[in-house]
């Protein structure tokens, strides 16, 4: 369970970090952004400051992983969405530079890995020994 609780705060850390990072800087530490208008910067901020709260729900199941299910699989699901959002992106504005590639295959692989993760613990729990 530990390693379980590790992963998810490391992870809490980068989401309240990038998204405190995309509040306070917009899209200016994006690879190749030459400078959005001002209703893209306000979207853009807007929804950095919406991606804090996922960070800060991390943060506040890390001690009891196991009794925050439904926590965790919102979070995933908002990640997952988030990602599948991304590949619109792709098909809609053509494809973008390497660092959000990789994010984009991640969004979609982590949530699943997460919520199966912390499942088999919870299940692990209800066991009796040696079954």
């Known amino acids: 369970m530990?390693?379980?609780q590790?992963?998810?705060?490391v992870l809490a850390l980068v989401v309240v970090d990038t998204g405190a990072m995309d509040v306070a800087l917009g899209t200016a530490p994006l690879p190749g952004d030459t400078g959005v208008g001002t209703n893209v910067d306000g979207d853009y901020r807007f929804f950095a400051?919406?991606?804090l709260g996922p960070g800060i729900a991390?943060?506040?199941?890390?001690?009891?992983?196991?009794?925050h299910t439904a926590v965790l699989r919102a979070v995933g699901g908002a990640v997952l969405l988030g990602?599948?959002?991304r590949t619109v992106s792709v098909a809609a504005a053509g494809t973008p530079a390497p660092f959000i590639l990789g994010l984009l295959a991640l969004e979609p692989a982590a949530p699943p890995?997460?919520?199966?993760w912390q499942r088999g613990l919870v299940?692990?729990?209800?066991?009796?020994?040696g079954t």
Do not use: C, D, K, S
Request: glycine share 12%; no cysteine.
């Open 123 to 129: 299940e692990g729990v209800g066991r009796a020994p």
């Open 58 to 67: 991390l943060f506040a199941i890390v001690p009891r992983v196991l009794e």
């Open 83 to 85: 990602g599948l959002a």
């Open 2 to 4: 530990r390693a379980l």
């Open 49 to 51: 400051g919406v991606w």
């Open 6 to 9: 590790t992963l998810i705060a």
């Open 113 to 116: 890995v997460l919520v199966l």
